[in-house]
């Protein structure tokens, strides 16, 4: 692609603000459902109740988050009783984290506001055309990743 095409677009400027904004529409759908999480915490309590029983770096990595934002996470969500952890010792004391029922129980209760937010965030946007924005975006994400040591 030619780099006049590139600059012309801000691909990545353009992905920037649309991460920014769909996190600010996502945060104020929660507080306006007065659910009592963010949708960070909610991005873990979901990889946890797929992935139940990982370490902090394991869900780290698979959130996207750095590890003193994923520590003060799950230190908030363990507070609440979404979470609870187990001390491994393996020459060190590394914590496991498991989701607890009241963990599930409010990743249930908080599905229609994601699929609200969604459902607005797609509005007047056909299946073919998310379906090739989605393969597009794979592709990018791929070329990222190839080019990218991710360190957590």
């Excluded at 459902?33 to 309590?45: A, R, Y």
């Excluded at 770096?57 to 507070?79: C, G, H, W, Y």
Aim: with cysteine; proline share 2%; aromatic share 6%.
């Amino acid at each position: 692609m030619k780099q006049e095409i590139l600059l012309k677009h801000k691909i990545g400027m353009r992905l920037s603000r649309i991460g920014l904004l769909s996190k600010v529409f996502a945060t104020q759908a929660f507080a306006k459902d007065g659910c009592g999480i963010t949708p960070e915490q909610f991005t873990v309590l979901s990889a946890l109740k797929e992935n139940d029983g990982m370490y902090l770096r394991q869900l780290a990595n698979i959130t996207f988050k750095d590890r003193p934002n994923m520590t003060r996470i799950v230190s908030i969500l363990e507070s609440n009783g979404y979470v609870a952890s187990t001390l491994e010792s393996e020459g060190r004391q590394v914590k496991k984290l498991y989701i607890t029922e009241k963990g599930k129980e409010i990743c249930d209760k908080m599905l229609p506001t994601i699929l609200k937010v969604w459902q607005e965030t797609v509005k007047g946007i056909s299946e073919e055309e998310i379906d090739s924005v989605l393969r597009t975006l794979d592709k990018i994400e791929k070329n990222l990743r190839d080019n990218t040591i991710l360190q957590n």
